[in-house]
């Protein structure tokens, strides 16, 4: 199924403008009862979906301002890969000022999911340490040397709590407005070691120098295998020293 499975949210629901999503999705504007609105069509399995649109209820229940799953006529949070989203409004971040707003949401959604349980087919930083594979991870395709700079990094990191890590805090999955920061686009979002969320400009979440750096070098490998092996993913190994 398609995007024929729009009609499960009415009759004039509909496609206005196609947005940038990356490569995994195809993401529109839409007109929804009247009312803008943002369609992720994908092929993540329904087991992933629950528990992204579980976690946005929980999330804006909570008080933190996230792309809230609009039900179709039927009460369904998705259909056929199709999820309909609230449109968030307002801008990336751009002062030293936004940034320590957006470390203080993230910091937010650490603490709403100290107990989740991890995304379907996910592996976290840490179990990566013995596992190989996990969703988009596949170590087995990176240098062997460099699986061990990049398991060097995350060991560091080993036994502290974990959480919900929104997994890809860049500027363009933030929008920022007067009042409250939003987080968009939980594609990368799992249980992880929230320290992950927080390789911020301004060095926004306060980290001590020791600190930062451990955390900026477990970024960099995470960066590394999520992507591997494209140009980005390649300088970012580049960053991970040897242990």
Same mark, same amino acid.
């Not at 996230?66 to 307002?90: A, E, H, I, K, S």
């Not at 007067?178 to 939980?186: G, K, N, P, T």
């Given at each position: 199924?398609?995007?024929?499975?729009?009609?499960?949210?009415?009759?004039?629901?509909? +496609?206005?403008? +196609?947005?940038?999503?990356?490569?995994?999705?195809?993401?529109?504007?839409?007109?929804?009862? *009247?009312? /803008?609105?943002? *369609?992720?069509? =994908?092929?993540?399995?329904?087991?992933?979906?629950?528990?992204?649109?579980?976690?946005?209820?929980?999330?804006?229940?909570?008080?933190?301002?996230?792309?809230?799953?609009?039900?179709?006529?039927? =009460?369904?949070?998705?259909?056929?890969?199709?999820?309909?989203?609230?449109?968030?409004?307002?801008?990336?971040?751009?002062? $030293?000022?936004?940034?320590?707003?957006?470390?203080?949401?993230?910091?937010?959604?650490?603490?709403?999911?100290?107990?989740?349980?991890?995304?379907? =087919?996910?592996?976290?930083?840490?179990?990566?340490?013995?596992?190989?594979?996990?969703?988009?991870?596949?170590?087995?395709? /990176?240098?062997?040397?460099?699986?061990?700079?990049?398991? =060097?990094?995350?060991?560091?990191?080993?036994?502290?709590?974990?959480? @919900?890590?929104?997994?890809?805090?860049?500027?363009?999955?933030?929008?920022?407005?007067? $009042?409250? @920061?939003?987080?968009?686009?939980?594609? $990368?979002?799992?249980?992880?070691?929230?320290?992950?969320?927080?390789?911020?400009?301004?060095?926004?979440? *306060?980290?001590?120098?020791?600190?930062?750096? /451990?955390?900026?070098?477990?970024?960099?490998?995470?960066?590394?295998? @999520?992507?591997?092996?494209?140009?980005?993913?390649?300088?970012?190994?580049?960053?991970?020293?040897?242990?």
């Amino acid at each position: 199924m398609g995007w024929e499975a729009l009609a499960h949210w009415g009759d004039d629901a509909e +496609r206005v403008e +196609r947005l940038s999503g990356g490569v995994a999705n195809d993401v529109w504007r839409l007109r929804v009862n *009247g009312q /803008m609105a943002v *369609g992720r069509l =994908g092929r993540r399995s329904d087991a992933d979906l629950a528990w992204e649109t579980t976690l946005m209820l929980h999330l804006d229940r909570h008080g933190l301002s996230v792309p809230v799953p609009l039900p179709t006529l039927d =009460g369904r949070l998705f259909v056929g890969g199709l999820v309909v989203m609230r449109y968030v409004v307002g801008e990336p971040p751009e002062t $030293e000022a936004d940034w320590h707003r957006v470390a203080e949401t993230l910091r937010q959604l650490h603490a709403l999911t100290t107990d989740w349980p991890q995304r379907p =087919g996910w592996k976290s930083s840490i179990d990566l340490l013995t596992s190989d594979k996990g969703t988009r991870i596949d170590l087995n395709a /990176m240098p062997a040397e460099g699986v061990a700079r990049c398991r =060097g990094a995350w060991a560091r990191l080993a036994g502290r709590p974990t959480a @919900v890590v929104h997994g890809d805090p860049n500027p363009r999955n933030i929008r920022v407005t007067d $009042e409250r @920061v939003a987080l968009i686009d939980w594609d $990368e979002a799992h249980v992880d070691v929230p320290e992950l969320d927080l390789d911020l400009p301004h060095n926004a979440a *306060g980290l001590a120098p020791a600190e930062a750096d /451990m955390v900026a070098q477990a970024s960099a490998a995470w960066e590394a295998a @999520v992507c591997w092996k494209d140009d980005h993913a390649v300088s970012q190994l580049a960053l991970v020293r040897p242990a």
